[in-house]
């Protein structure tokens, strides 16, 4: 009877017990849902790779760049994923990071079937409790758009440059000009109307008329147009 009651009580015990492994089970499953779910939403490319090189996990979207389903890409290599010359740069890549612990982050160009594109890219290590690294995460951003951005506004800035220049120098130039424009109308009325020097003077007039108008125009192109007599 004692022997029956122990053992009734050993398997209340192993019941209890069993009980909780299975919620923890359940709360282990769900937490990886979540996880997977979050992971998937991320439109960043999101990969974690062994010392070997081999992919640990990956989510959707990086699945799509290589072309593959998500299950497919567990185990394999860079050279079964990507082109030899992108494949043997990420292999350094997760070479440098086990050798140095360090994470790593930059912009890359990479040619693609739709055309070019540009990335940021982080690599970070990740250690377990005894600090070693075990696995390298990488994400990867497109920022093509952001760089097109970013070229547009240095042009802009060199033409806001120029634009400065430009208004600097037809300001200098517009009072010379201004003095040469008065002095040919003045002379033109002290010229007999039928000197060979007025037709020199009037020829002298218009051409000075162009300098200005060009002048006017370099000041249109760099947005200074006030103007102040004195």
């Keep these: 009877q004692e022997l029956a009651e122990t053992f009734d009580v050993m398997a209340h015990n192993l019941r209890l017990h069993l009980s909780e492994l299975h919620a923890a089970e359940q709360g282990l499953k769900r937490q990886q849902r979540l996880m997977r779910t979050i992971l998937d939403a991320n ?3 999101v990969c974690l790779q062994d ?15 290589v072309g593959r389903e998500t299950e497919e890409v567990a185990g394999c290599l860079d050279q079964d994923l990507f082109p030899r010359e992108e494949a043997n740069v990420r292999r350094m890549a997760v070479r440098r990071i086990f050798a140095t612990g360090s994470p790593e982050q930059e912009e890359v160009r990479v040619q693609r079937e739709a055309g070019e594109v540009w990335q940021h ?16 995460l990488w994400t990867s951003r497109d920022v093509t758009v952001l760089k097109n951005v970013q070229d547009q506004l240095i042009q802009a800035q060199k033409m806001e440059s120029v634009g400065k ?3 600097g120098v037809a300001h200098e130039i517009n009072t010379p000009l201004g003095i040469i424009l008065g002095y040919a109308q003045l002379l033109q009325e002290d010229v007999p109307v039928d000197s060979p020097m007025l037709e020199d003077l009037k020829i002298m007039e218009k051409q000075t008329q162009v300098c ?3 002048v006017a125009d370099l000041l249109g192109f760099s947005r200074q147009t006030e103007s102040s007599k004195e």
């Design 212 to 214: 200005r108008k060009i």
């Design 121 to 136: 890219v982080m690599r970070v290590p990740v250690r377990d409790s005894s600090n070693r690294v075990i696995a390298v």
């Design 51 to 65: 010392e070997e090189g081999r992919y640990m996990a990956v989510n959707k979207p990086f699945a799509a760049y």
């Design 165 to 167: 220049l430009a208004g």
């Design 43 to 45: 439109p960043d490319l």
